[in-house]
């Protein structure tokens, strides 16, 4: 191990070597089963979660093709199975032990199926117990910090066929660079540029599954999305649970506005996003450097979480509703076209209706163009889970009663998009209507226009002008 920085332990290239070794070995064993069968084992990833997840797939995906697997759209044709979870609220957890209960059957029709359970949920102590008792048939098990040693962790199962725990609860983590990656789209990429947390929010389990806060270097990160750029990709997000502390853990001297500046001044014809700013610290001169680079797009997802400070205040949160409010005008300001996205907890231990109340009131001013919202879900180990908690009936009414202010709120602000014109990122043909495209803006609005399949939009950036518009769906034609 060879420490890069202040605090961050990163995976020296002795053991980046090893598991290529077990890569190789692997491919190895694959090739003679191809060779034997006339097939390729097939592999087969189920992903919950959120972003930092989908990246981390694309990276066991990377993983599983280094070692001779090819990818199945479906479970049953599988010989790998991974399954990479989530833990920040319960019904994930539910669904991921339903999905894995699934698997059961798969097999017992067929021995020789390899199962795997990794990401948030297996790196709680209590949930990696229920699952090496409860589903024996899951063969490895690996914490978020394990990624990186798949190729270890699968050749130990396939040498010794015993079932094998890589766990990690309580481990800060590390970095790991240069995995192989197989991204999921041709156009959008996701870059880690940090991993964990070191915030503590009262409700929140990440930062006891995700380690501490630990940032890639700068070079590294530029590196690979020059790499992206050359290779086609239109739209880049930095993921990071606060991304406002990347940079504090280094000693580049450097923090996360010149991060995105520098990106920003990268040639090529691309848009920037990232996720997640936390409102204690998303600073002015982050505004500034998002309002004077073209690149940087207009989006901002500021999760504002409550509307009363004392409920802000007992979530951990170190901001005010005011607060909050004050960073979303100087955006507006400097950007009076910013898309700004949040995410809402209802039913959090203790919320009065006056605390709600609030929380509508904050809403209503704030007037993003789209809100996450969720259902306080008590975390196992987190302060909140030993408050005492509302009644479900409660925390149900007041989410129904939130959607429905922010409702009327997106339609008002989307009815006002219309005669307006929005560069697209095509996606593709409507799902329900192939003479349809649909796509998004910047700010991730979803825009649906007619056009002939013939003229494969798919992954171009073009201009739009709305015409129709509805709570979640606009309509437009291009100008072509
Ligand atoms: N790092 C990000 C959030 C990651 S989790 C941030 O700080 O904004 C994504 C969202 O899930 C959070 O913003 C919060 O709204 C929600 N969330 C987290 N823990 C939760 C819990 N225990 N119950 C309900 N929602 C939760
Ligand atoms: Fe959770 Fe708070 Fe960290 Fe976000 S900042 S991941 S909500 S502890
Ligand atoms: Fe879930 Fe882990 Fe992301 S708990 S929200 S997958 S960091």
């Known amino acids: 191990m060879t420490d890069i920085s202040r605090t961050t332990r990163t995976v020296s290239e002795e053991e980046l070597a090893e598991q290529r070794a077990y890569t190789a070995k692997i491919a190895g064993w694959n090739e003679a089963f191809l060779a034997e069968n006339g097939r390729e084992r097939r592999y087969y990833i189920q992903t919950f979660g959120c972003q930092q997840n989908e ?276 955006m507006r300001q400097r950007m009076p076209d910013i898309t700004v996205t949040s995410d809402i907890i209802v039913g959090f231990p203790g919320e009065s209706e006056e605390d709600f109340e609030k929380t509508l009131e904050a809403v209503r001013i704030a007037r993003c163009d789209q809100l996450f919202t969720f259902i306080y879900s008590p975390r196992t180990g987190t302060p909140a889970a030993r408050m005492e908690q509302l009644p479900e009936k409660v925390k149900q009414d007041r989410m129904a009663r939130l959607l429905a202010v922010q409702n009327e709120i997106m339609l008002e602000k989307n009815l006002a998009c219309v005669g307006k014109e929005y560069m697209i990122l095509v996606e593709g043909l409507s799902r329900g209507d192939r003479t349809m495209y649909a796509g998004r803006t910047d700010g991730g609005k979803l825009v649906h226009f007619p056009a002939d399949p013939d003229q494969s939009l798919t992954g171009r950036v073009i201009p739009v002008r709305i015409t129709a518009a509805e709570t979640y769906n606009l309509w437009g034609e291009a100008v072509l």
């Open 55 to 330: 990246a981390d797939s694309e990276r066991l995906a990377g993983m599983a093709e280094a070692m001779g697997y090819v990818p199945v759209d479906t479970a049953a044709d599988a010989d790998l199975i991974l399954i990479n979870t989530c833990a920040v609220r319960e019904h994930a957890e539910e669904r991921a032990l339903s999905i894995t209960g699934q698997f059961k059957h798969l097999k017992e029709r067929n021995p020789e199926l390899i199962i795997g359970i990794c990401g948030c949920m297996v790196s709680q102590e209590t949930r990696k117990e229920r699952i090496k008792h409860s589903y024996p048939y899951v063969s490895i098990l690996f914490g978020t910090s394990m990624l990186y040693r798949l190729p270890q962790i699968l050749y130990a199962y396939i040498a010794g066929r015993k079932r094998q725990f890589f766990l990690d609860a309580g481990d800060p983590g590390c970095i790991a660079e240069g995995i192989p990656v197989r991204r999921a789209d041709a156009r959008k990429a996701w870059v880690s540029i940090m991993y964990g947390c070191n915030n503590f929010c009262s409700y929140c389990i990440v930062p006891y599954v995700r380690g501490r806060e630990r940032s890639r270097r700068l070079h590294a990160i530029l590196e690979e999305i020059r790499g992206l750029i050359a290779n086609g990709y239109r739209e880049i997000t930095l993921l990071g649970q606060n991304v406002n502390s990347w940079g504090h853990d280094l000693d580049e001297g450097v923090e996360f506005p010149d991060l995105l500046a520098a990106i920003c001044a990268l040639e090529g014809d691309f848009r920037v996003h990232f996720m997640t700013s936390h409102p204690k610290d998303a600073s002015h001169r982050l505004i500034d450097v998002m309002a004077e680079n073209e690149k940087a797009a207009k989006h901002f997802h500021l999760p504002m979480q409550s509307g009363s400070n004392r409920v802000l205040a007992a979530m951990n949160r170190r901001y005010t509703a005011e607060s909050y409010l004050n960073i979303l005008a100087y």
